[in-house]
């Protein structure tokens, strides 16, 4: 027994995946919390719904090599300037519209989804809205008529009708615009945004 070497013994290697294991459990709390903060809304990196009463542009960052959301001037959807409570129950809208007509079986939203359609994630600054001033319209037009709206971008793809009200589409334009003012670290890479009167 005593000719076992301190470094092989079997309580040592014990008691190391027991502290070992409990080290870590500790750093994932602290890891899951500062997820928690990180993707609250209201925080840095997720504005408060309030953003979608203001101009979102992108920038691009030179020390990360990637494009970041910028929050501008004041440029309320739909031309009225909403407050906290009914710019969130106007994104929550979007949102359950998106989740009741399972927009992610085709499209793509912060990382979550299909490849079919486009990536959700920062259509409200897609080039091919063409233009910020007729980009609102554009998208009520396309969400309610979607057939009657095809743009296909060369890929022969259609999205279907799906029955979407001007109501819920106008939700679903606020949770839009809400998503792209989200910091996503860059993703989806290689995004290019719509051309913008000032920034890049
Ligand atoms: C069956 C697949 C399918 C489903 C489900 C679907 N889409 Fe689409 N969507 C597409 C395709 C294909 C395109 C690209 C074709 C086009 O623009 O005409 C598209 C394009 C779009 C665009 C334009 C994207 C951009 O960046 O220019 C938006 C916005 C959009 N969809 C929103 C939605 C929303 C919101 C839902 C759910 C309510 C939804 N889609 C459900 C297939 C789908």
């Not at 490849?115 to 259509?123: F, H, I």
């Amino acid at each position: 027994m005593n000719d076992i070497p301190w470094w092989s013994r079997e309580d040592l290697w014990r008691k190391t995946a027991i502290w070992v294991t409990a080290f870590m459990a500790v750093v994932l709390m602290a890891l899951t919390f500062d997820t928690v903060r990180q993707i609250t809304e209201g925080g840095e990196r997720v504005p408060a719904y309030g953003v979608i009463n203001n101009k979102i542009f992108y920038e691009y960052d030179d020390e990360h090599g990637y494009q970041v959301p910028r929050i501008g001037e004041t440029a309320p959807l739909f031309g009225e300037v909403l407050d906290e409570e009914a710019a969130k129950s106007l994104v929550a809208l979007g949102k359950l519209t998106v989740q009741a007509k399972n927009c992610m079986n085709c499209h793509t939203l912060l990382g979550n989804g299909a490849y079919y359609a486009p990536d959700l994630t920062k259509a409200w600054l897609d080039p091919g809205w063409v233009h910020e001033d007729s980009r609102e319209q554009l998208m009520i037009a396309f969400l309610t008529d979607p057939e009657g709206n095809a743009r296909t971008f060369g890929t022969g793809r259609r999205m279907p009708n799906l029955d979407i009200t001007e109501e819920e589409a106008r939700g679903v334009v606020a949770f839009l615009k809400w998503m792209s003012s989200i910091n996503t670290n860059g993703f989806p890479r290689g995004f290019t945004p719509l051309e913008q009167e000032d920034g890049a």
